[in-house]
Structure formats: C-alpha cells, structure tokens
C-alpha cells in the first residue's frame, strides 16, 4: 500500500472518529426521529429532531420525568446519520486522495 492510500486512510478514519464522537457526545438535535410518551391515560408519538447522544443516555435526564416510553430514529435519521458520520469524510479523503494523486503525476 503506497502513501498516498495510507494518508487518505487516515484522513478517512479520523475524519468519521471525529464526527461519530461529535454526534455522540454534543446533544445536537440533527436527526428525525420519533419520541414515544405514554401516560396512565394515553399514549402519543412526536416526530422531531433528535440528537444522537440519546442512545448513550446523554441528555436524557429530563425524558424521564416527562413520561417518554421509547425513542428513535427513522429512516430518513438512519440515512442522514450515514451520510454525515460515514459519506461526507468519503468525500474529503476521496478529494485528497486526487489531488495528491494529480500533483504527484
């Protein structure tokens, strides 16, 4: 494996650590997704925005109290949440990777 792919590797893995742990640590309500609440007299679904850190309990500390059953993500959460933590470092290492590539011919 030459350099040029080992750099671009790199750039590709830290790229997306980085981004994973931004979304996973910073409560930033990006992704759709669906709050479920549920009372002793009903039950309800909202769909809104809801930041990744939920899955690891980060931020959650007011659901509780608030009578949140279960959260998710939808389809479309799945896809943008793909695309930001896996595409989008793709596209820059790609971007490095031919421009390195074309200077070095």
Known sequence: MNSILKRTLIIYISLVLLLAILFF???IALFDGVIEFEDSVQ??????PIPLSY???IGTG???AA?????????TGYI???VLIL???G???????????????
């Open 25 to 27: 640590t910073i409560p």
């Open 43 to 48: 039950s309800f679904m909202v769909k809104t």
């Open 55 to 57: 899955f690891l309990g």
């Open 62 to 64: 007011d659901m509780e």
């Open 67 to 75: 009578g949140v059953k279960d959260f998710y993500l939808t389809m």
């Open 80 to 82: 943008l949440a793909f």
């Open 87 to 89: 595409g989008v470092p």
């Open 91 to 105: 596209l820059i290492s790609y971007r490095y990777y031919l421009k390195v590539s074309r200077i070095g011919e």
